[in-house]
RNA sequence: CGGGGUGUAGCGCAGCUUGGUUAGCGCGUCUGACUGGGGGUCAGAAGGUCGGGAGUUCAAAUCUCCCCACCCCGACCA
């Protein structure tokens, strides 16, 4: 029998990065691998999350005058091949469907039949069949513009995949926006952008970088990709929304054609932008230690869980009315617009067992009531953002009323923290030797074939100017890449004119680089 | 699709080189008792086509051949 770990999970962080996310997610029971290679199911845990994450968006998306609808998961082959770019940016990782029918083979096994006459592919995104639609719906620019939104499944056939962060097929929502003209197109694609950011650091408590993709970067057909960045406890980036400017290309390829007000045809401009399930791939690399899920409380699918101690109280009956009581006086309270959500867990369990469980769960609050705190009328109470030994009794009425303010300290903690472990690992670059020395671990592995490399590295500020082959380069030899070009005022230094760190080049700024999902 | 590896109980593995009675171990699971506010102890129980097929042999988890699946690395990616 191993010794007892010191940690709800294994391994640590700092011993294993990777195999530690896998440990979370299953401490957590946020979801599992499925039969289908790739594919994932998601458990109600994890569910239960993203539905909170949609709850959110969907007022943001609403609030920016957006509406709801949903298109076909079917994409005939033929529209996916309208746009050159996306074509190819596509077109290697998409599921196909052939037949519409089994029929039983001589050994008495399903087969294929009734080959389709055009194959349809299951959409790995939108816009093509989005596209062919909106040509119908626009004929004059008193139909602009559209703004739509759709929840849904898309499948990129992906080689390697891990729970959340990259799987066949995953959640999303999909914006798609027709404009009659390009800047009202411009300006829808960078305020979904800051939606993007707003929900990530108010309600996912994750600091995020607003920049712009490079070429090689940029989603198939678009003129340009936006998107937001954050940084996870292994320091690599994670790219955590994108918001596309698609100029006239998808408008062209789908024939969305207006007139105009002085009677002229002419295309509109579209957009197109995205979050997906990969986001609580991103909460977990946020936030999480190693006893498991913490929770952002915003976002927690319960902000309290109460564990009534039954096991040598004379009358539990009355522990357990007094804790169903306080259930409910905690739900009259509200957090953040929203009732606090409460799990009451008498379930039969050993203390140890139970108290951990919610541990790896995350919940932001716990109590455990017995009936020495029933009888002081208070509760016994820890955080998940303190030590799991860090308890303490709080008087029943005072704990109430104070319940709202410390979910929501708890949830300003959270991001900064995330934001102080981010900021410290920030290094502006002024030449390549250093460049490479920040990129290469300790023990100078240079790939992950030996096992997980020593965490290292982070984000670097550094100047380049664009060189395409350059960032190829970079990318073969150290597995770096550039992440974006930050916005105006997301990164300090980052605005000034330079030098190029590869080539000496003239640079207009400095860009962020960094190892990435 | 290239290179490497692994398939034995729900999970993790031993056994295989040197074939030999009812195939083991750890964890987990279930039941019960004692317990219990840092995940406890004891007793008992369930659970296996040894990835599949063919062959060699008196005898195959073990040797041979074929097939299948999965994993890791590379190329590609939200």
């Given at each position: 029998?191993p010794?007892?770990?010191k940690?709800a999970?294994?391994?640590?962080?700092?011993?294993?990065?990777?195999?530690?996310?896998?440990?979370?997610?299953?401490a957590?029971?946020l979801?599992?691998?499925?039969?289908?290679?790739?594919c994932?199911?998601?458990?109600?845990?994890?569910?239960?999350?993203?539905?909170?994450i949609?709850?959110?968006?969907?007022?943001?998306?609403?609030?920016?005058?957006?509406?709801?609808?949903?298109?076909?998961?079917?994409?005939?082959?033929s529209?996916?091949?309208?746009?050159?770019?996306?074509?190819?940016?596509?077109?290697?990782?998409?599921?196909?469907?052939?037949?519409?029918?089994?029929?039983q083979?001589?050994d008495?096994?399903?087969?294929?039949?009734?080959?389709?006459?055009?194959p349809?592919?299951v959409r790995?995104?939108?816009?093509?069949?989005?596209g062919?639609?909106?040509?119908?719906?626009?004929?004059?620019?008193?139909?602009?513009?559209i703004?739509?939104?759709?929840w849904?499944?898309v499948?990129?056939?992906?080689l390697?995949?891990?729970?959340?962060?990259?799987t066949?097929?995953?959640?999303?929502?999909e914006?798609?926006?027709a404009?009659a003209t390009?800047e009202?197109?411009?300006?829808?694609?960078m305020?979904?952008l800051?939606?993007?950011?707003?929900f990530a650091?108010?309600?996912m408590?994750?600091?995020?970088l607003?920049?712009?993709?490079?070429?090689?970067?940029?989603f198939?057909?678009?003129?340009?990709?936006?998107c937001?960045?954050?940084?996870?406890q292994?320091?690599?980036?994670?790219?955590?929304?994108?918001?596309?400017?698609?100029g006239?290309?998808?408008a062209?390829?789908?024939?969305i054609?207006?007139l105009?007000?002085?009677?002229?045809?002419?295309?509109?401009?579209?957009?197109?932008w995205?979050?997906s399930?990969?986001?609580?791939?991103?909460?977990v690399?946020t936030h999480?230690?190693?006893?498991g899920?913490i929770?952002?409380?915003?976002?927690?699918p319960?902000?309290?869980?109460?564990?009534?101690?039954?096991?040598?109280?004379?009358?539990?009956?009355?522990?357990?009315?007094?804790?169903?009581?306080l259930?409910a006086?905690l739900?009259?309270?509200?957090?953040a617009?929203?009732?606090i959500?409460?799990?009451?867990?008498?379930?039969?369990?050993?203390?140890?067992?139970?108290v951990?469980?919610?541990?790896?769960?995350?919940?932001?609050?716990?109590?455990e009531?017995?009936p020495?705190d029933?009888?002081?009328?208070s509760?016994?109470?820890?955080?998940?953002?303190?030590?799991?030994?860090?308890?303490?009794?709080v008087?029943?009425?005072?704990?109430?009323?104070?319940?709202?303010?410390?979910?929501?300290?708890?949830?300003?903690?959270?991001?900064a923290?995330?934001?102080a472990?981010?900021?410290?690992?920030?290094?502006?670059?002024?030449?390549?030797?250093?460049?490479?020395?920040y990129f290469?671990?300790?023990?100078?592995?240079?790939?992950?074939?030996?096992?997980?490399?020593?965490?290292?590295?982070?984000?670097?500020i550094?100047h380049?100017n664009?060189?395409?082959a350059?960032?190829?380069?970079?990318?073969?030899?150290?597995?770096v890449?550039?992440?974006?070009i930050?916005?105006?005022?997301q990164?300090?230094?980052?605005?000034?004119?330079?030098?190029?760190?590869?080539t000496g080049?003239?640079?207009?700024?400095?860009v962020?680089?960094?190892?990435?999902?």
């Amino acid at each position: 029998m191993p010794p007892k770990p010191k940690t709800a999970v294994s391994p640590t962080r700092e011993e294993n990065y990777p195999e530690w996310y896998q440990q979370v997610i299953k401490a957590a029971d946020l979801a599992e691998n499925s039969p289908v290679r790739g594919c994932m199911v998601i458990k109600p845990w994890g569910y239960a999350i993203w539905e909170n994450i949609q709850r959110v968006l969907d007022g943001m998306f609403k609030a920016t005058g957006h509406r709801n609808a949903y298109f076909p998961l079917f994409i005939p082959k033929s529209y996916l091949e309208k746009e050159a770019q996306h074509v190819e940016g596509f077109a290697k990782e998409c599921a196909v469907v052939t037949h519409h029918r089994l029929q039983q083979g001589k050994d008495g096994k399903l087969v294929p039949a009734g080959e389709l006459e055009e194959p349809l592919v299951v959409r790995p995104t939108s816009e093509t069949i989005i596209g062919e639609m909106y040509a119908k719906w626009v004929q004059s620019y008193r139909d602009l513009p559209i703004l739509i939104n759709q929840w849904a499944n898309v499948v990129r056939w992906e080689l390697r995949t891990r729970l959340f962060l990259r799987t066949t097929e995953f959640l999303w929502q999909e914006g798609h926006t027709a404009h009659a003209t390009e800047e009202e197109a411009r300006v829808e694609t960078m305020k979904m952008l800051d939606v993007y950011a707003d929900f990530a650091q108010n309600f996912m408590a994750m600091p995020v970088l607003k920049g712009k993709k490079t070429e090689g970067e940029r989603f198939p057909g678009a003129v340009d990709t936006f998107c937001i960045e954050a940084m996870m406890q292994d320091r690599k980036a994670l790219q955590s929304g994108t918001s596309h400017f698609l100029g006239q290309n998808f408008a062209k390829a789908s024939d969305i054609k207006f007139l105009d007000e002085s009677g002229q045809l002419r295309h509109a401009w579209t957009t197109s932008w995205g979050v997906s399930t990969r986001l609580i791939g991103g909460l977990v690399m946020t936030h999480s230690d190693d006893d498991g899920l913490i929770l952002p409380p915003k976002l927690a699918p319960a902000h309290v869980v109460i564990m009534p101690i039954t096991f040598k109280a004379e009358n539990p009956g009355a522990v357990l009315e007094y804790c169903q009581k306080l259930a409910a006086e905690l739900r009259a309270q509200t957090f953040a617009g929203r009732a606090i959500e409460v799990e009451l867990d008498a379930r039969d369990l050993r203390g140890g067992d139970k108290v951990w469980s919610w541990v790896k769960k995350g919940v932001p609050i716990r109590l455990e009531i017995g009936p020495r705190d029933m009888a002081a009328d208070s509760v016994f109470m820890a955080r998940r953002d303190k030590a799991t030994n860090e308890k303490a009794g709080v008087p029943r009425a005072q704990f109430v009323a104070s319940v709202a303010g410390m979910l929501q300290e708890m949830q300003d903690n959270l991001f900064a923290r995330a934001k102080a472990y981010r900021d410290a690992n920030f290094k502006v670059i002024e030449n390549e030797a250093d460049f490479r020395a920040y990129f290469t671990p300790p023990g100078g592995a240079k790939d992950e074939s030996d096992g997980p490399t020593p965490i290292h590295g982070g984000f670097a500020i550094a100047h380049f100017n664009g060189d395409k082959a350059i960032e190829e380069k970079i990318r073969q030899e150290l597995a770096v890449t550039v992440r974006c070009i930050p916005l105006p005022g997301q990164v300090s230094g980052a605005d000034e004119a330079g030098k190029c760190i590869f080539t000496g080049q003239p640079s207009p700024q400095r860009v962020v680089w960094a190892k990435a999902y």
